[in-house]
């Protein structure tokens, strides 16, 4: 499979200081002259979303999940029939945990390349790929999402999870469920955005400045929103997967309302996926099986689903995270660094590369560049079902100290057993209501 994208359109800044070197000369004409070249700009937009798209890959990628369950494979739709409360806290504990130490470790270093970060780890005097957390930050007094200081991120200063939206997400699914319970809508999904959460990126920007606008949740991600099939749903996997263990088919019902508020086609299946893998995590002691059971939860030949069995398929020949990179680059060139299908793909080799070691999935995964915060949270969670609280080492968490900082309205800090206590609430909730 080939992405086969035009050239980039490189004229913008270049035309902007031509804009401003005529105003600062006082040339005659120059505000008439911008608005007719932004209106003729804006009419060529216009064709361009309007443009058709390719009929048969858009009957392969439906948007509604009756139509997403018609083109699944047959599938293990539900695994575990009661939950296991022991062995299931156990690998909870690990997956939160894990998603905190993957997000954690990236975060300083989100969208580096791979130079960047070797030279940052030389100077700083850290191994790389890392093995904890980074010794020293760039712009350490400066702040992530208005409340962590970059610092916070490091060996020396972290005290608790330092604030990132690949968390946020995490603990704003929680209290959507809690909020409306596992029969939660589309609707009550966007009215949980409004409450708590005050900015986004991206697809959930779009989404987000919609809903403030009056526009139904079911249409907030469809309008002027080109981040459709960015990583934004895949990094929202993780809390739906935590309420349903073992059951990975309502992991990805629940992870569909969620997504669609935001996504579509792919970008909606990369969240459905990633939550069938956690929930699938908790059952098997191979992230490679969970890997492949995730795909019977999304439509076999989507596009997203062509590129994690490509993943798979030649995962024997990615060593290392240099492997990866190259691969992906190849693969992929032209697509954006936080696109849902590159990000997805590395995060599997982050997972196979590492195996049953923690440390490894992470550090490799991080290494890769592209959306490693996200895509170290991601394979973290997943390491951390599998393997257990046990599982992950303890400088990954120690310095956790039992709390999560977080930018959403009215909730500034949570426990960390606290959330563990409040998932498995949500978990029997959700089980219970399906049969048991």
């Known amino acids: 499979m080939t992405f086969d994208y035009p050239g980039p359109i490189e004229w913008q800044d270049h035309f902007n200081r031509w804009v401003q070197l005529k105003a600062e000369q006082e040339a005659v004409g120059l505000d008439e002259k911008v608005d007719e070249i932004r209106r003729v700009l804006d009419a060529m937009l216009a064709d361009v979303i309007a443009l058709p798209e390719d009929d048969t890959l858009a009957a392969a990628e439906p948007d509604d999940l009756q139509g997403i369950r018609s083109l699944r494979p047959s599938g293990r739709r539900r695994i575990w029939d009661e939950i296991p409360m022991d062995e299931y806290r156990n690998r ?3 997956a939160l945990l894990g998603r905190c130490a993957g997000c954690t470790l990236g975060s300083p270093v989100e969208l580096f390349p791979i130079e960047k970060m070797e030279r940052w780890a030389g100077h700083i005097g850290d191994p790389f790929p890392p093995v904890g957390y980074w010794s020293a930050v760039e712009r350490p007094h400066d702040l992530k999402y208005k409340v962590s ?50 900015y986004a990126h991206t697809a959930e920007e779009v989404a987000l400045k919609n809903l403030h606008r009056g526009i139904p949740a079911a249409e907030a991600g469809s309008i002027d929103n080109p981040y459709t099939q960015y990583i934004g749903g895949d990094i929202r996997s993780d809390p739906w997967a935590y309420a349903a263990p073992g059951f990975p088919e309502k992991a990805a019902e629940l992870a569909y309302r969620d997504a669609y508020l935001t996504h579509r086609r792919n970008g909606i299946y990369a969240e459905m996926y990633f939550s069938a893998v956690i929930s699938t995590a908790f059952v098997v002691d191979d992230a490679v099986d969970a890997l492949r059971i995730g795909l019977e939860e999304i439509p076999q030949d989507c596009r997203l689903a062509q590129e994690v069995r490509w993943g798979l398929e030649t995962a024997s020949e990615i060593h290392d995270f240099r492997d990866a990179n190259a691969a992906v680059s ?27 070691d923690f440390t490894k999935v992470i550090g490799q ?26 599982g992950v080492p303890e400088h990954w968490w120690a310095g956790f100290n039992n709390k999560v900082h977080s930018y959403l309205n009215g909730h500034a800090v949570f ?20 049969g048991v």
């Open 415 to 434: 426990a960390i057993d606290d959330l563990v206590d409040r998932f498995i609430e949500q978990a029997n909730r959700v089980v219970g209501d399906n």
């Open 149 to 198: 200081p970059r610092g916070a991120f490091t060996s020396v200063q972290m005290d608790g999870v330092p604030t990132d939206d690949d968390i946020i997400y995490t603990l704003l699914g929680l209290l959507v469920l809690e909020d409306y319970g596992p029969d939660f809508t589309i609707e009550d999904v966007g009215r949980a955005w409004v409450d708590y959460l005050p």
């Open 365 to 390: 995964t991080v290494a890769m560049s592209y959306d490693n915060d996200c895509t170290a949270a991601t394979a973290g969670s997943i390491a951390g079902a599998i393997l257990g609280r046990d």
């Open 92 to 94: 909870l504990e690990g």
């Open 330 to 356: 190849e693969r992929y060139a032209g697509m954006h660094r936080v696109h849902a299908i590159n990000n997805a793909v590395l995060t599997i080799w982050g997972l196979t590369i590492g195996g049953r």
